[in-house]
């Protein structure tokens, strides 16, 4: 070999070793980024972590906080606002009336035929518009007159079997679902926005008021007769069908519950109790807080960035469909950053706030395919992204980490309201009966869900289920049901409007 032939060797040696140590270094790399994804994710899997004893701390931290909402406003963060809904439908219900359900992404317009005891409902017509983004952090007047404007639509387009009586207005109940304190069954200020309304001037205004101003522009000749929360609608429309209907809860953009209250146990009702001698209570759940909540420092970024900081931080923004998605995002991003989840660049998507959404949680949730397909669908369709089969599996990790917490915190809730109201043992729930007369006679205590998150989150689902018998134990848990109340809460509205109605005496 003559000199140059030794001085390529040389230079082919010593290239082959640069790239034997790149190599090196890569997988290096690659190795200590794995274990920061895991422990990124352990850390997070051990913040979210809902043993069963500390369920239980949540349980009775939900009925000291109840007690304590229902004894002086103010008196916790959970509001339990009056709903004036002192007694609940019988399917005597009869006459055309209206409802209008205003509370999350869509608004519904809805018309429904009601026939008393036999024929109950004759008919049902329904119409769901979604809400232009721009609308809920917009104004007030063009918020209002933009549902009117739909509503007066809706009547524009009925057939001529739906006029009300000569003489007589149509009437409608208003499903209104933000924290609202009601002055009446028909009135009540806005509290506050949340589900990313931000509306500033409807603060403290009185939203039926509101309504009924945007009728008067659209010269839409309408009563709003009742005035409710979706967790009351819900209730009323699952007690039309069902007597042991006691609570409702809905899981769904947003979450909260309602449930049926002694009128004596609440100490800071003011007036004569009503006849029923019971009444809803709105409890606002959303805002629920306790020092036993897993929550992560992700739980934390996630509120601080929200347009409503230090609003509905304790439960809403861990349960409810619109911020799931996110603190999965959240978590992966964090991942991406610090541990080169999805190689040397954090694909862009990753940053953009509220990209990923629930039902795309749900489907990655559900994925059991052995390569894991869906996730590999959503990682391309969202984040524009690809990833091994090994970080395809932790991202489904992450989703059953941020469900799992939420189902089985929406399950501990449960159990607080039904131990709250002495249905959580076997051996109570007949004196509760004998006290309260707006209770179910059946053998049951019947809880009326609603919203997206339990309708089509099946994993959800099953957690929620099995957690609830875990707290109650079977035999207790054999005298609940859970049950599917589907848009009941529009239906619900219609129904208290028709019990509510300024014709109703006649
Ligand atoms: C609101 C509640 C509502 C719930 C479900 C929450 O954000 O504060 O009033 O019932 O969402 O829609």
């Known amino acids: 070999m003559g000199r140059m032939g030794v001085t390529l060797a040389i230079i082919g040696a010593a290239a082959t070793c640069a790239i034997a140590a790149h190599l090196v270094a890569k997988r290096v790399r690659q190795r200590a980024n794995w274990s920061r994804a895991l422990a990124i994710y352990h850390d997070f899997r051990d913040g979210c972590a809902t043993p069963l004893h500390r369920l239980r701390q949540v349980v009775d931290a939900m009925v000291v906080e109840m007690h304590a909402g229902l004894a002086l406003e103010g008196g916790s963060k959970l509001k339990m606002l009056l709903s004036y809904v002192d007694n609940l439908p019988t399917g005597e219900e009869n006459g055309l009336f209206y409802a209008l359900d205003l509370g999350g992404t869509n608004f519904r317009v809805l018309r429904v035929q009601l026939a008393g005891t036999e024929g109950r409902i004759l008919q049902q017509e329904y119409e769901e518009v979604s809400i232009p983004q721009a609308l809920m952090v917009g104004s007030n007047e063009e918020l209002f007159d933009f549902i009117v404007a739909e509503l007066a639509s809706f009547i524009t387009r009925e057939g001529e079997g739906f006029h009300p009586l000569l003489g007589r207005q149509r009437e409608l109940g208003f499903t209104f679902s933000f924290p609202v304190k009601q002055t009446s069954i028909d009135s009540g200020n806005l509290l506050k926005w949340t589900k990313g309304f931000a509306i500033k001037e409807t603060v403290g205004k009185d939203v039926v008021e509101e309504l009924q101003a945007a009728m008067g522009r659209h010269k ?12 009351v609608g819900t209730l009323a429309g699952g007690r039309y069908w069902n007597e042991d209907v006691m609570v409702a809860v809905i899981l769904g953009t947003g979450s909260n519950a309602c449930y049926v209250e002694r009128a004596d146990a609440i100490p800071k009702w003011r007036g004569v109790l009503p006849k029923s001698g019971s009444t809803v209570i709105n409890m606002e759940w959303g805002s629920f807080w306790s020092s036993h909540l897993p929550r992560t420092p992700v739980d934390d970024t996630l509120d601080a960035d929200s347009l409503n900081p230090g609003d509905q931080v304790g439960f809403e923004k861990l349960i409810s469909g619109m911020y799931l998605g996110d603190i999965v995002r959240r978590i992966l991003l964090k991942m991406a950053e610090e541990a080169a989840l999805f190689g040397n660049t954090v694909p862009s998507n990753l940053f953009i706030p509220f990209i990923l959404r629930t039902p795309d949680v749900s489907a990655m949730h559900a994925d059991e395919s052995a390569d894991l397909k869906e996730v590999t669908r959503v990682l391309r369709v969202v984040f524009k992204t690809q990833a091994s089969l090994r970080v395809r599996k932790i991202v489904v990790d992450v989703c059953d980490t941020v469900a799992g917490r939420a189902a089985r915190l929406v399950a501990a809730g449960v159990v607080g309201i039904l131990k709250k109201i002495g249905r959580d043992t076997v051996g109570n729930i007949d004196m509760a009966r004998l006290k309260n007369n ?24 099953t957690y929620l289920n099995d957690t609830a018998v875990e707290l109650l134990g079977k035999e207790a848990a054999e005298q609940v049901a859970v049950e599917l109340s589907k848009d009941g809460s529009g239906i619900g509205a219609a129904l208290l409007a028709a019990s509510h109605s300024q014709y109703s005496s006649d």
């Open 220 to 231: 839409l000749d309408m009563r709003v007769t009742a005035l409710v929360n979706d967790t």
């Open 438 to 461: 707006l209770a179910g006679k059946g053998r049951k205590t019947v809880v009326a869900m609603d919203g997206g998150l339990y309708e089509h989150y099946p994993k959800f689902r």
